[in-house]
């Protein structure tokens, strides 16, 4: 729900449906309303590469439902930090990435511990000492 400048209440009707593999996909109207900026600037930074559609068509083009997140942090690191939107996309790209290894490392972390290898015999002075064989 928005309000206008008359302060009458606007409700924004937004289609979901998923993808394929059952994720959910919004329309651009919906991701400005998640996202809190204006349909203008989101359609921007669609055409800057922000982010691709994931359906609909080429007239009414359908989203992952994260794309709001995404367009917002963007428009934090511009406005934050002075960034324009290609040094703001390269940051959440690679924010993003550190998310996702930051996510398998803590899925790594929940697996039981491997048994130690075998002691290797070392010398007094801390020197792996090698048998021939």
């Not at 302060?7 to 809190?36: F, H, K, M, N, Q």
């Not at 989203?63 to 917002?72: S, V």
């Not at 002075?82 to 940051?91: I, K, V």
């Not at 924010?95 to 490392?105: K, N, P, Y």
Request: hydrophobic fraction near 45%; avoid cysteine.
């Amino acid at each position: 729900m928005t309000t206008d400048e008359t302060g009458s209440r606007r409700y924004v009707l937004a289609v979901r449906t998923t993808d394929a593999s059952g994720y959910p996909l919004v329309e651009i109207d919906a991701i400005a309303t998640d996202s809190g900026l204006h349909p203008d600037l989101v359609v921007r930074l669609i055409a800057l590469g922000a982010v691709e559609a994931a359906g609909g068509t080429r007239s009414a083009p359908l989203f992952p439902a994260d794309t709001a997140a995404r367009l917002a942090r963007i428009v934090r690191l511009r406005r934050d930090l002075g960034l324009n939107y290609a040094g703001a996309l390269l940051a959440t790209d690679l924010l993003s990435r550190i998310e996702a290894l930051e996510d398998i490392l803590e899925g790594l972390d929940a697996l039981p511990a491997r048994p130690a290898s075998p002691a290797r015999p070392t010398s007094s002075v801390g020197i792996v000492i090698r048998r021939r064989r």
